[in-house]
């Protein structure tokens, strides 16, 4: 079965500081990844994904997570963030194999601090 | 384009009555999905559809149902509601598998 964790549910940090968030899945076979965002008062969004191919992926707005399927993880970095990067970050993993089936994180809470 | 509706908004139930919460898009999608969010579980998978006539089951299915009829709807049925399913309720939808999903602004259900 698949399965996301996310390490860190909470992660403090001051502007212009870099981030990780951490998250590891858990699958026996070929996955597709995903971090989403969700903003104070607002629905989800699609922050970035892995589906093949290089293993890094970028956002629009600098974030970028890295694949690494030896450690089965897929962190998310950002080299300098901003007080509006202040949201709950979900990472998201599907099994090749399962059609449709969308399995979330716990969740991490940035809280950037000036 | 209204995207994902989802109704009611707010809603307190007793426990043991029924309801049925509403999701429709009008993008013309055939991947839906209903999940609860609770504090410190994240977005939890109730059940799922990758097309009209074809539901599955999620992480949480018990003590939930859902039929897809149309592609447009997707309706979420509480049986008989327990203190435990309080939580907010989350339809999504995507164009494709791999897809973003787009998400309903959610319905946030009491149950006394």
């Known amino acids: 079965a698949q399965s996301v964790t996310q390490l860190d549910s909470q992660v403090p940090v001051f502007e212009e500081a870099p981030v990780e968030l951490r998250c590891n899945y858990s699958s026996s076979v070929s996955v597709y990844l995903f971090w989403y965002v969700q903003y104070p008062n607002q629905g989800l969004q699609l922050l970035l994904k892995?589906?093949?191919?290089?293993?890094l992926v970028e956002s629009i707005n600098g974030f970028e997570a890295e694949f690494n399927k030896s450690q089965t993880s897929f962190h998310l970095r950002k080299p300098s963030v901003h007080i509006s990067d202040t949201a709950e970050y979900f990472c998201?993993?599907?099994?090749?194999?399962?059609?449709?089936?969308?399995?979330f994180g716990q969740g991490t809470t940035l809280q950037v601090k000036p | 384009n209204a995207g994902v509706t989802q109704t009611p908004k707010f809603q307190v139930l007793k426990t043991g009555q029924s309801m049925t919460l509403q999701c429709a898009q009008d993008?013309?999608?055939?991947?839906m999905s209903w999940y609860r969010q609770d504090p410190g579980m994240g977005l939890r998978l109730i059940h799922y559809?990758?097309?009209?006539?074809?539901?599955d089951q999620g992480e949480v299915p018990n003590g939930y149902n859902v039929s897809r009829s149309t592609t447009e709807d997707f309706p979420l049925r509480l049986l008989s509601a327990a203190p435990s399913q309080t939580s907010v309720y989350f339809c999504a939808s995507s164009r494709g598998d791999v897809e973003k999903l787009f998400f309903g602004s959610g319905t946030q259900l009491s149950v006394l």
């Open positions: 998201a993993v599907r099994n090749s194999g399962n059609t449709g089936k969308l399995i």
């Open positions: 892995y589906l093949s191919g290089s293993t």
């Open positions: 993008m013309n999608h055939e991947y």
């Open positions: 559809s990758v097309g009209a006539g074809i539901t």
